[in-house]
């Protein structure tokens, strides 16, 4: 397995693909090797592995996929990373969660917003009122009424 993963940073994306898929038959068993790669300089490295725990469905990564997410968040190379965590349980992660559905990048926002969305959140009114603080500001500044009633729906939805 340490060789596949080694593997893994291999300038072919096809080659690096089919390993990731090798990879997903070792299970929980790949997932530490795969955490440390989510710290690598590439971003096609850090994509495969999100990738790779994504298909592994393993929950031990979303943690470390929140923590390189606000790492990169400014270099903008967050888009596979938030896909990664759609079907992982980000139950725990309401504020952080709700700051990705307020991405100006489509594809972070549209991956934030089905987890938003499918997923149950542990929040308290705290979290409810930031997030409606947060979305407040972002609308004035955005404009995006569409994002803004659906996003505010579903605080609303919190509150019931």
Known sequence: MKKLILQLSSERWDVALNISSELVHYGEQAVPELLILLDDNKSQVRDLAALTLRDINSNLAVHKLFEVIKKRKKEGSISTLVYALELLD?????????????????????????????????????????????????YLVKKDVERYGHLKDRLNDFLE
């Open 90 to 138: 980000c139950r725990d992660y309401f504020l952080d969660v709700f700051n990705l559905c307020l991405s100006s990048k489509a594809d972070v926002s549209m991956s934030a917003m089905e987890i938003f969305f499918t997923q149950g959140f542990i929040v308290n009114d705290d979290n409810i009122a930031k997030a409606s603080e947060l979305l407040e500001e972002w």
